[in-house]
């Protein structure tokens, strides 16, 4: 599902995400119980995952970070409900914040993103591939984090 959203940003001319995605990268999360998939009528239609800690923010205790969420075109319109869904378990975490961040030159899902009522928190930048990221010299991108109080 993941290799299939990166497709399509990549058709759109966005680089949210690798072509692929390697197991690596979403299998420790998986296994962990972080990650989630969304199903309509049994056909898995999106996935999220969800964190509590990221470290290109401060580790507060405060929040919940939403990582590799991913909308099957068929299944347009799931995010919003992902998004509540992940603000639902924060509460439940006794976690105020909602967290993520995205390619700080993909336009498109900012606007979704402030759409949704989060709020712009800078920028930072990132090193090594997506769901392998890092802080450090080796930058490749740059991120535009967002937030949104739950209330």
Request: charged share 25%.
């Amino acid at each position: 599902m993941l290799d299939e959203a990166a497709s399509w940003l990549s058709g759109l001319g966005l680089t949210q995400w690798p072509r692929r995605f390697e197991s690596a990268w979403v299998l420790p999360p998986m296994e962990a119980g972080k990650t989630w998939l969304a199903d309509i009528e049994g056909i898995p239609a999106a996935t999220i995952t969800l964190d509590w800690s990221d470290h290109i923010w401060p580790d507060d205790q405060r929040a919940g970070y939403v990582h590799r969420m991913a909308v099957r075109r068929s299944a347009a319109g799931l995010g919003m409900e992902l998004l509540e869904w992940a603000q639902q378990e924060c509460l439940r975490h006794r976690r105020r914040l909602l967290r993520l961040d995205c390619v700080a030159d993909n336009l498109r899902l900012l606007r979704y993103y402030e759409t949704a009522s989060f709020v712009h928190c800078g920028d930072a930048r990132v090193g090594r591939p997506p769901g392998q990221r890092s802080l450090g010299a080796a930058t490749r991108t740059v991120v535009s984090r967002y937030q949104r109080l739950i209330v």
